[in-house]
T-cell receptor, first 114, second 111 residues
């Protein structure tokens, strides 16, 4: 079975632009979470979606938004990009929300802001 | 919200020795604690996890212990090998079903 897949793998944008990152969960997984990982730090929680509804939101500005589609894939959108948005964006999927649900990560999208 | 602290930030051990990484958490409602290994340029990989109703769990050379009263949990790697070299992250799932990660420990196993 394919693992969590993310696209694109790398992306270069300039300040003020908008970006959309995509994630396909493991088959059968209904929950998708997004994380931002700055170099040298642990992943920071951005969003969790389960059954197409937002179930959790981390401490990120409204410039960050996401959605989940009927096939459980997900998109993360970031508007008005800042230099500080440069990071590895990780998507993780799990079977369901809550409980003892291990999260499985994709390879991430490396976003560079110039 | 939850706050997870992880120590040490870097750790070097001789091949065959043991390595111990410690994490503390703040939210008493946290009930699930996974550990991830991240090699350079790769995705975090789940290596072991523990639930709040269990004190210890072992999988071959890797073990995790949890002290709910003290709100701390630890990763133990025995008989370390060069391929164990990576960054290790602890995490805690808080009351809001959100995962909070530690800042990572860079482990180097010296052959």
């Amino acid at each position: 079975d394919a693992g969590v897949t993310q696209s694109p793998t790398h992306l270069i944008k300039t300040r003020g632009q908008q970006v959309t990152l995509r994630c396909s969960p493991i088959s059968g997984h209904k929950s998708v979470s997004w994380y931002q990982q700055v170099l040298g730090q642990g992943p920071q929680f951005i969003f969790q979606y389960y059954e197409k509804e937002e179930r959790g939101r981390g401490n990120f500005p409204d410039r960050f938004s996401a959605r989940q589609f009927p096939n459980y894939s997900s998109e993360l959108n970031v508007n008005a990009l800042l230099l500080g948005d440069s990071a590895l964006y990780l998507c993780a999927s799990s079977l369901a929300q809550g409980g003892y649900q291990p999260q499985h990560f994709g390879d991430g999208t490396r976003l560079s802001i110039l | 919200g939850e706050n997870v602290e992880q120590h040490p930030s870097t750790l070097s051990v001789q091949e065959g020795d043991s390595a111990v990484i410690k994490c503390t958490y703040s939210d008493s409602a946290s009930n699930y604690f996974p550990w991830y290994k991240q090699e350079l340029g790769k995705r975090p990989q789940l290596i072991i996890d523990i639930r709040s109703n269990v004190g210890e769990k072992k999988d071959q050379r890797i073990a995790v212990t949890l002290n709910k009263t003290a709100k701390h949990f630890s990763l133990h790697i025995t008989e370390t090998q060069p391929e164990d070299s990576a960054v290790y992250f602890c995490a805690a799932m808080g009351g809001g079903n959100q995962f909070y990660f530690g800042t990572g420990t860079s482990l180097t196993v010296i052959p």
